[in-house]
């Protein structure tokens, strides 16, 4: 999305006249005119934190300097004024502020290029691992600040890692911007969360805009400057409409859908002309700490599966290599749409009772052995339970039915979608073959599946990259029509249809229909 001429921040060379008795322009308003006569006659203002070195400056460089301006509501901000023959940095951070880590990107703002990316854990997870706890938390006396410390502890940990790899400082960080959902918004902010958990759902702010990065706490150059992407409610966050932006599914004819699964699915529907988005708990069973063995995908995560149809022999994928130490949400959709292919569960989601010693009794009922404790990191065996099972499959059904009556709303049906955008952790290592199979996902062609991988971060790094960007995010806002599920007396129903695998109605499968197991 990068266009020359559209970066926020810009370096120019100026050459000014020199002073005299007949030219005493002072020397703030002298290199204003002479930078707004080069910038097309745009109003040009100089920050009062340089008024007090600019005299300096500008004699010992015989009023030759090299500038740097920030764009900022149709003005050019000057934020350095340097010798011409200085070297210069300008760089900008696109951040995604997530639940369970902060992911960032340094940018260099001179040609729009990504130089480095890290990912952090978010610190927060020391008070709770999941939104609600943190904001039962952030009610109690001193727990918001804990948790604004806590965030800006992880954001500004990732901004130094990523200067550290360029070789360069924070100061050089001229703008930055940050997507998160609306309850992470509120806690960098400091901002009391407690009214978004209960009815009517009502956030303190949904469209926070530019602030300046010493009031929001992230290091940054001291006339640094952050965006902060706008929230379109309670559970549809600045980490969605930041998505959106990345997908394009708001520039199409043609209508798509983007799904973007974390705690919540949050999925948008729509095309150029409108967007309705929802969100729903469909994402719990995919994260860490639902399965018995369940882990976030990283090293040591099991992220794909395959089981022998006649010998139930397992063989796994570990993300880094070596033994497993348990499974991710891409591994737990592979297990059990191939156990279901295998004859191991059957369409109700039930483990079936056979002598075999990939099937076990453990203290949670039935279980199938992925890997024996022998061939585990950790000496246990990587076991899934009828529990993880059940609570996988409720995830499923709730996924394919938010999928269903969000297209049943506007008179659309699976068919008419012209794509389909998998984002986050779940687009990235998911196999559509998988999903349709245990019926989470439709029976669409494969081709129509994009995985996004982290798009919250990718919206946040085209945003840095071209200003014409904010206005794409602001009509995005502006356009989408929220539903509310929670009051849509169709949704369980649906719901309750598609706790089967894949489905009680196998026709909405065909490319299953066969493989109901032995």
Not at 425 to 436: L, N, R, S
Request: net charge negative.
């Amino acid at each position: 999305m990068r266009t020359p001429g559209h970066s926020w921040v810009v370096w120019r060379s100026v050459r000014l006249e020199q002073p005299g008795l007949k030219n005493n322009t002072a020397d703030v308003e002298r290199l204003e005119r002479g930078l707004s006569r080069m910038m097309d006659g745009v109003s040009v203002r100089i920050s009062p934190f340089l008024w007090h070195e600019l005299p300096r400056t500008l004699r010992a460089s015989d009023f030759h300097v090299k500038v740097s301006l920030r764009w900022e509501a149709g003005c050019w901000y000057v934020l350095d004024v340097l010798p011409v023959d200085a070297p210069v940095r300008n760089y900008g951070v696109a951040l995604d502020l997530g639940t369970t880590t902060i992911c960032g990107c340094l940018l260099d703002l001179d040609t729009g290029a990504s130089l480095c990316e890290t990912t952090v854990d978010n610190p927060q997870i020391r008070v709770g691992g999941d939104i609600l706890t943190r904001i039962h938390f952030a009610t109690g006396a001193g727990g918001l600040s804990v948790l604004r410390e806590l965030v800006l502890e992880g954001v500004n940990g990732a901004v130094r890692k990523l200067c550290a790899k360029a070789e360069t400082g924070v100061q050089e960080v001229r703008v930055a911007s940050v997507a998160g959902n609306t309850t992470m918004t509120h806690f960098l902010l400091g901002l009391d969360p407690s009214n978004i958990r209960k009815e009517p759902y009502i956030p303190v702010v949904n469209r926070p805009g530019w602030m300046d990065a010493d009031r929001v706490g992230i290091e940054a150059h001291r006339e640094g400057k952050v965006f902060v992407f706008p929230n379109v409610g309670s559970y549809f966050g600045g980490d969605v409409v930041s998505g959106i932006v990345a997908s394009g599914m708001h520039r199409t004819t043609g209508v798509s859908l983007l799904v973007d699964v974390g705690t919540n699915a949050e999925v948008v529907l729509g095309n150029s002309d409108w967007l309705l988005g929802c969100a729903g708990a469909a994402g719990p069973a995919l994260e860490g700490g639902v399965a018995r063995m369940g882990m976030t995908a990283g090293p040591g995560a099991v992220d794909h599966v395959r089981v022998d149809p006649d010998t139930w022999e397992s063989s796994v994928s570990v993300m880094g290599g070596g033994k497993p130490a348990g499974i991710c949400g891409s591994g737990l959709i592979d297990l059990v749409a191939e156990l279901f292919q295998a004859g191991v569960i059957d369409p109700r989601g039930k483990i079936q009772s056979m002598d075999h010693p990939r099937i076990v009794q453990t203290d949670a009922g039935r279980a199938f052995v992925v890997a024996p404790g022998e061939d585990a990191e950790h000496g246990q065996a990587i076991v899934l339970t009828q529990v993880d099972l059940d609570v996988l499959l409720r995830s499923k059904a709730a996924m394919y039915a938010i999928l269903t009556t969000l297209l049943e709303e506007v008179g659309l049906t699976f068919q008419d979608l012209s794509g389909f955008f998998v984002a986050g952790t779940f687009g990235t290592y998911i196999d559509p073959v998988m999903a349709i199979r245990l019926g989470m996902l439709p029976d669409l062609p494969l081709d129509t599946y994009v995985p996004l991988g982290n798009s919250s971060l990718a919206g946040s790094r085209a945003f840095l990259s071209n200003r014409q960007c904010l206005g794409e995010v602001a009509d995005v806002t502006d356009r989408i029509t929220y539903l509310e599920l929670n009051v849509n007396p169709r949704f369980m129903s649906v719901f309750s249809a598609a706790k089967f695998i894949p489905h009680t109605d196998p026709s909405l499968f065909p490319s299953v229909t066969g493989h109901s197991g032995r």
